[in-house]
């Protein structure tokens, strides 16, 4: 739950299990999945009561996530993260508003909400833009998206040699 703008806003993140299907856990951690349905009724209540926005951070397909809103109620906003689909604007499944920006990293995404002194939301808009060469380069984000790389290197290097030997 952070405060932004003055407004509570209680953000969780759910993925689908297939994601797990191809990921190769780390020695000595083990991947579990639970139904996203029941998980997302049991968070959204208890985000519900920290947050006056509850907002979906989703890593499953569009379909997915259109299912999970369609079925668990206290949604507000959901930011689609898995092969979303690019739409110009946000728009509304059930009565949660849906932000999607495409494949690969090539837009990004800003939705605005409105949010009355009751905490209900009053009003939306969206934009999708694409990244090009107006957009300059964060330093800090690349610094630290070298760090990851180098990291992953020396990950992918150690266990290279460990299969080797």
Do not use: C, H
């Amino acid at each position: 739950v952070m405060d932004v703008g003055g407004v509570r806003v209680g953000f969780f993140a759910l993925m689908g299990a297939n994601e797990l299907t191809t990921a190769k856990p780390p020695e000595g951690i083990e991947f579990r999945s639970q139904d996203v349905i029941s998980t997302a009724q049991r968070i959204v209540p208890e985000l519900r009561k920290q947050a006056e926005v509850v907002v979906l951070l989703s890593q499953m397909s569009p379909q997915e996530t259109d299912d999970l809103l369609r079925k668990v109620s206290g949604i507000d906003a959901a930011l689609y993260g898995r092969n979303p689909g690019w739409k110009e604007r946000a728009e509304k499944v059930g009565t949660t508003i849906t932000q999607q920006t495409g494949l690969r990293g090539q837009y990004a995404g800003q939705l605005v909400l409105i949010v009355d002194p009751e905490g209900r939301i009053a009003d939306w808009g969206s934009r999708n833009f694409a990244f090009d060469a107006k957009i300059p380069e964060n330093p800090e984000i690349a610094a630290a998206v070298k760090v990851v790389d180098s990291q992953a290197r020396e990950l992918l290097k150690s266990e290279t040699n460990r299969k080797s030997s």
